[in-house]
C-alpha cells in the first residue's frame, strides 16, 4: 500500500555522493556562457552559491516612484517627495524615458507640473490643453544620489479646474 501524505523524504545530507540530477547549469544575467556542473552534490552547492553572488552582484534594476490623487489638485500641491535609500545612485532618463503621467479628467489649459531634484527645477511635467497624457518639457539625465537626493512633483501654481486625478509614475535605473 502507497502512502500518499505524510511521507518524509530522505534528507540530501544522507546522501551526500548522489546528485539530484544528471547536470547542472545557469546562466549567468548578461554572459553568454552558461556555468555547468557535474552531477556532484559539493558542485551543487558552489553553483548555488556562485548563482547568489551573481544575482547580488546585479546593480542595475529598474525603480520605479508613483502617486496617485483622487480629486482635483491644489495651487503647488505636492504629489511626489521621494528620498532615495542610501548606498546607490538611481539615474532618471532624459526625456524621463519608460515614465508615465496622465490626467484622468483633462484640463482645459495646459498644465505644467514641475519636476525637481531636492528642490530645484530640472524639468516640465507638461500637460496639454485637452490631453491626459504627459509630455516631458528639458528633462535631461538626472543622477541621484541615495540618501541625499529626493525627487519632487510639484502642481502648478495656478491649477485648471477641470483637472483632476493626476497620476505620475517616473521610472528610474538603479546604478
Known amino acids: 500500500m502507497r502512502r500518499r501524505w505524510g511521507r518524509r523524504l530522505p534528507r540530501v545530507s544522507q546522501y551526500p555522493n548522489q546528485a539530484l540530477g544528471a547536470n547542472f547549469s545557469a546562466q549567468a544575467p548578461n554572459a553568454n556562457t552558461p556555468i555547468n556542473y557535474s552531477s556532484n552534490w559539493l558542485e551543487l552547492k558552489e553553483l548555488l552559491f556562485r548563482i ?18 483622487n480629486g482635483k489638485p491644489t495651487a ?25 503621467c496622465l490626467l484622468r479628467t483633462a484640463a482645459t489649459a495646459q498644465s505644467d507640473y514641475d519636476l525637481q531634484k531636492t528642490g530645484v527645477s530640472i524639468g516640465t511635467i507638461r500637460f496639454a490643453a485637452a490631453g ?44
Open 52 to 69: 547568489q553572488l551573481l544575482e547580488s552582484a546585479s546593480t542595475s534594476f529598474a525603480y520605479v516612484v508613483s502617486a496617485l490623487y
Open 76 to 100: 503647488s500641491m505636492r504629489f511626489i517627495d521621494h528620498a532615495f535609500p542610501a548606498g546607490h545612485n538611481f539615474t532618471l532618463a532624459a526625456g524621463c524615458t519608460n515614465s508615465i
Open 132 to 175: 491626459t497624457v504627459a509630455t516631458y518639457v528639458g528633462v535631461s539625465a538626472q543622477t541621484f544620489t541615495g540618501g541625499t537626493d529626493d525627487v519632487r512633483v510639484i502642481a502648478p501654481a495656478s491649477v485648471d479646474g477641470a483637472a483632476s486625478n493626476p497620476t505620475f509614475t517616473l521610472y528610474f535605473m538603479r546604478s
